[in-house]
């Protein structure tokens, strides 16, 4: 049963890899109908909700509350018979292997070896640096997402040494004075959290079946070896009220070598391909409140595409999808004051192909019903991204 669910699950990746390419279209082709000219009336009221500011951000180191810090690597090799004894002064989970010849050890941990032959040793040092890491991984992560201006390190690093600032980015009222310093909007910062790495040993995967070998193969590929799994946490902070708004535990998986000897430097680069696929996490919540806006400048073919007011520079790429959204002014039964209300047209728009700088064209997908709601105006802005893929949870 384990060897079929296996089988399905690499049937199943293969599939979604198939899935995934965006829509192709050819809008010029597409004739303009009548229902395609039809312009949306906005109320007053709600013109603000059409005001769309690009946002200045700010990442900062990430403290690092785990114990890879700068470590000195030790690796021994022994020819002959030997007698090890490993001791580790509380590594939080970070080293699980097997007792082997040959291990390496980091940090706090010490091995006595009693040998009746030769032994080579040999020392490096090992200086991780994954707060700094953490922050590139969300900084790439925070600019892919779009709608965001992120300031710089150079920037960054020229503010705190003309300042004499003293940055500690585990206090939000320090952060935040830095923030009001450089003139930028939100902060974002955060804590590693954790590093574990655990081996599991191979095993057998010939069961004479060639589809269930090779279920069994994929299916070890993914955990054969030292596991090594990440916690972070990443924060954005209101530089005008020292407030955290958001707060994200993210986690990831990667594996950091199949040899049974400990490596630190194979487990510190598998942990760091951890963290960023892990903050591929930090999306849906990110992207949803640096949301860019936009509106309907043309519809085609009786309202199955459109052209809509954002592209490359608001970090729209081809396959991404956007929500449409119209608004109806609203009088308060008791108080009788005005007030603006939104709701979403149950449709679907998803880039194309078609994406310039500042435009991209759609396709839109839903009942007929539900698109004729669109019009020239409609305000429209892209859906909450996703997270971590399958695939990349799992390998």
Not at 42 to 47: D, G, K, L, S
Not at 108 to 125: E, G, L, M
Not at 146 to 155: C, L, M
Request: net charge positive; with cysteine; proline share 4%.
């Amino acid at each position: 049963m384990k060897s079929l669910k296996l089988l399905a699950l690499v049937v199943s990746l293969s599939l979604v890899l198939f899935a995934c390419a965006p829509p192709k279209i050819d809008p010029m082709s597409m004739q303009v109908t009548p229902a395609d000219t039809e312009q949306v009336n906005i109320p007053q009221i709600c013109m603000a909700q059409y005001e769309s500011k690009k946002i200045s951000v700010a990442v900062l180191p990430f403290t690092n509350n785990t114990t890879f810090g700068k470590m000195e690597g030790v690796n021994t090799n022994i020819q002959g018979e030997a007698t090890r004894t490993h001791t580790s002064a509380g590594v939080a989970g970070v080293v699980a292997a097997p007792g082997a010849v040959g291990i390496g050890y980091a940090g706090a941990s010490k091995t006595n070896v009693k040998y009746s032959k030769d032994i080579n040793t040999f020392y490096r040092q090992i200086s991780p640096q994954l707060g700094e890491f953490a922050q590139s991984a969300v900084e790439d992560t925070i600019v892919n997402i779009g709608g965001v201006n992120v300031f710089s390190r150079a920037q960054m690093e020229k503010i705190l040494q003309e300042q004499g600032f003293q940055m500690n980015v585990a206090d939000p009222n320090t952060v935040a004075q830095f923030g009001k310093i450089a003139g930028v909007s939100y902060v974002i910062t955060g804590t590693v959290d954790n590093i574990n790495a655990k081996y599991v040993p191979k095993s057998d995967t010939n069961t004479g079946n060639v589809w269930v070998n090779l279920a069994l193969t994929v299916g070890k590929s993914m955990v054969d070896g030292w596991n090594v799994t990440t916690d972070m946490t990443v924060q954005l902070i209101d530089v005008s009220t020292g407030q955290i708004l958001l707060s994200k535990k993210v986690s990831g998986r990667e594996l950091g070598g199949t040899q049974p000897g400990f490596n630190p430097e194979l487990v510190v680069t598998a942990a760091k391909k951890a963290m960023q696929e892990s903050v591929d996490d930090i999306k849906p919540v990110f992207s949803e409140h640096f949301s860019a806006k936009a509106y309907i400048n043309q519809l085609r073919g009786n309202k199955s595409a459109a052209m809509v007011s954002m592209g490359r520079k608001d970090g729209i790429k081809p396959g991404d999808k956007l929500e449409a959204y119209e608004f109806l002014e609203v009088q308060d039964f008791m108080t009788k004051k005005s007030n603006c209300t939104k709701s979403k047209i149950p449709v679907e728009l998803i880039v194309s192909d078609q994406v310039d700088e500042s435009t991209s064209w759609v396709v839109v997908e839903g009942e007929p019903n539900s698109k004729m709601r669109l019009k020239l105006g409609t305000l429209v802005k892209r859906a909450p991204m996703s997270g971590q893929s399958v695939i990349k949870k799992l390998w």
